[in-house]
Structure formats: C-alpha cells, structure tokens
C-alpha cells in the first residue's frame, strides 16, 4: 500500500485555517469541546480540551465512528478507516492508498 504523504506547504495552510475536528465529546477537566490533535511524531493522535490542552487517547471504538468523509486522491471516493502501522488513519482498498488521521490535524503545538 501506498501512504499519501501531506505536502509541508498544505500543512502550514491548514494551521492558520480555523477549521478543528472533535469527536464531539466534553473534557473531563473543563467541560469544554475536544479537539483531535497529532500529538507526536510518527502519527499518534490524541484529543486535547480545546481550553487547557490537557489530553487522553482517542480509542479506536471513537476513531471508526467519527464518519470523516476522506477522499481517496486517485478515484475521489470515501476511504476507509483503518489502522496504518499502528496509527488510525484511512484506506482505499481499489487503489491501494492511505494516510494517516494525524496528517489531516494540528500538532497539539500549533493550537
């Protein structure tokens, strides 16, 4: 399988935009939104409170039901999620490509 990587540019562009995905739930610290964030290298993501930042694991159970539309870049169709060495992130079976949830988000830094 082929992993799609994010142009370094895009990313940037992505930082300034003001656009957060969360899985909709509260933090347990400030009752405030969650935000999914990449939180390491490599392609860990966690969900941080939008207000203090403090974090917990995304568990896969919340990953698979946050019904992301990401669009394959070869046929335009949805991918699936799935795990990519390790790492949650979304597939397509006919064209053989992925990419990883962390690099469509912020790294927690940049919030």
Not at 50 to 64: A, H, I, Q
Request: proline content about 7%; overall charge positive.
């Amino acid at each position: 399988m082929k992993e799609i990587p994010v142009d370094p540019q895009t990313r940037e562009a992505w930082k300034k935009y003001p656009l957060r995905l969360s899985d909709g739930s509260k933090s347990k610290c400030c009752g405030r939104s969650i935000v999914l964030v990449q939180s390491m290298e490599g392609g860990f993501v966690t969900r941080n409170c939008s207000k203090c930042g403090k974090y917990d694991t995304l568990p896969e159970r919340v990953f698979r039901s946050l019904h992301l539309w990401v669009a394959c870049p070869d046929c335009k169709d949805p991918m699936q999620p799935t795990l990519l060495d390790k790492n949650y992130g979304y597939r397509c079976d006919e064209c053989d490509v992925g990419i990883r949830l962390a690099a469509l988000l912020p790294r927690w830094t940049d919030l």
